[in-house]
C-alpha cells in the first residue's frame, strides 16, 4: 500500500511502484517541519504525502573482529530518503486501523473501507497539513499536528474525532 517516491530529487519522476495511483500511497520525504527533503521527484496530480524523512538519527551496525570472532558494534548515523519516510506513514496508518478496530464508536463500514488504499488516503489527508509554497499538492503527514495532548481522555474529543472519521465514508 506504501511506496518510497525516489530519492533522485527532480531530475527523474516517481520510481516504482510509488507511481501506480490509486492502489500504492506515494510517500514523500520531509524535514522536521514538513519542508521539502530536496531529493523528492516532481510534484504529480493529486495530494503528494510527505512525512519526516530528512536527518533521522539511526544506529548502524558494523561488525569488528575481537579474536577468532566478530562481534557487532553499533555508531550513530544520520541518514535521509523517501525509504525511511515510507515506514513512517505506513505506521501511522496501521496505528489508525488498529485504533479503528478497538473502537466501538467506528461504524464497521468504516472499519472495512480504511483497509484499502484509496480510503486510506482519505484518512491521510485528515492528519495532513497542505504545505506552502505547494499550494494543496504537498501534504505533510504528521498527525500530533491535530490533536491536542491527551485528547483520548476526553470523551467530547474522542467523539468528534470517531464522527469526522465516520462521516468520511458515509457510514
Known amino acids: 500500500m506504501f511506496a518510497a517516491a525516489s530519492n533522485n530529487g527532480k531530475n527523474e519522476r516517481r520510481a516504482f511502484p510509488a507511481r501506480y495511483e490509486p492502489w500504492v ?5 520531509s524535514d522536521g517541519n514538513g519542508n521539502d527533503g530536496g ?8 495530494i503528494n504525502f510527505m512525512t519526516l524523512g530528512m536527518g533521522l538519527k539511526l544506529q548502524e551496525r558494523h561488525w569488528v573482529n575481537v579474536g577468532k570472532t566478530r562481534q557487532p558494534t553499533y555508531k550513530t548515523a544520520f541518514r535521509s530518503g523517501t525509504s ?11 496505528t489508525v486501523m488498529d485504533l479503528a478496530d478497538r473502537v466501538s464508536a467506528i461504524k464497521e463500514r468504516t472499519k472495512k473501507k480504511i483497509r484499502r488504499c484509496e480510503e486510506m488516503r482519505k484518512v491521510l489527508e485528515l492528519m495532513s497539513t497542505p504545505k506552502q509554497p505547494y499550494g494543496d499538492q504537498y501534504c505533510f503527514l504528521a498527525p500530533w499536528n ?6 483520548q481522555a476526553n470523551e467530547v474529543k474522542c467523539r468528534t474525532v470517531w464522527d469526522a472519521i465516520n462521516v468520511l465514508f458515509n457510514a
Request: with cysteine; net charge neutral.
Open 25 to 29: 500511497v506515494c510517500v514523500h520525504a
Open 84 to 94: 525511511f519516510a515510507t515506514p513512517i506513514a505506513a505506521g501511522v496508518a496501521a
Open 39 to 46: 531529493i523528492n521527484p516532481p510534484l504529480e496530480r493529486g
Open 146 to 151: 491535530h490533536w491536542e495532548k491527551h485528547w
